[in-house]
Structure formats: structure tokens, C-alpha cells
């Protein structure tokens, strides 16, 4: 059985991964990395870094790799305090459900 992601958990799981990386990540990594916990195709992985570039949650950079250039996702202040924000709503949201879950003694 699988869960859906929406935008505000898909936008947390992104910051969280690229918040991880202080110079910044790479695309294809990130990907990698989101696919570790969840089931997601690079179209739908790449609107999301868009948006949350448009947002002022990452900015971007290139640098050359191999003879090419790779583009750069790296979290900004911005960023960090909608990561936080997310972190608490999640928290909140977990309690209530392992309430329904385990009971009403499940932290």
C-alpha cells in the first residue's frame, strides 16, 4: 500500500535533502536521494526544485563537471525557515496520527 505525497510534503522533502548538502546539490542526486524514501519520477521531482527556486527556497548555480556544466540547488534562509515550518506541522500531524494509530499514549 502506498501513501500519497502531496506539494507541502514533497516541498519538505526536497528542502530537507538539499538543506543537507551546505554547498549545494545537484539534480540527479537529489533525485537519487527522494527516491530512497519515496517513489518519484524526475518529471514531477523537477517542477517541484522550479517552484521552490521561484518561491526564494533554493537558489542555483553551475559548475562544470565532466566537461559540462551541472546545475547547482542549495537552500536558502528562506528555505531553511519553510523546512522548519514544514518539520513542525509533520511533527504535529505524526502525533495525531499514531494517536488514531496506537493510542492515545503514542509521542
Not at 543537507?20 to 524526475?42: A, F, W
Request: proline share 3%.
Amino acid at each position: 500500500m502506498a501513501f500519497t505525497t502531496g506539494t507541502a510534503m514533497m516541498d519538505a522533502i526536497v528542502l530537507s535533502v538539499v538543506g543537507k548538502e551546505p554547498e549545494g546539490t545537484y539534480g540527479y542526486k537529489i533525485t537519487q536521494d527522494v527516491r530512497s524514501v519515496i517513489e518519484v519520477s524526475e518529471s514531477t521531482l523537477y517542477p517541484v526544485l522550479r517552484r521552490l527556486q521561484k518561491d526564494g527556497c533554493l537558489e542555483t548555480y553551475d559548475q562544470e563537471f565532466g566537461g559540462r556544466n551541472r546545475r547547482y540547488y542549495k537552500i536558502t534562509p528562506g528555505g531553511t525557515e519553510r523546512l522548519q515550518a514544514h518539520l513542525c506541522d509533520w511533527q504535529d500531524y505524526k502525533t495525531k496520527i499514531d494517536r488514531v494509530f496506537y493510542g492515545e499514549e503514542a509521542e
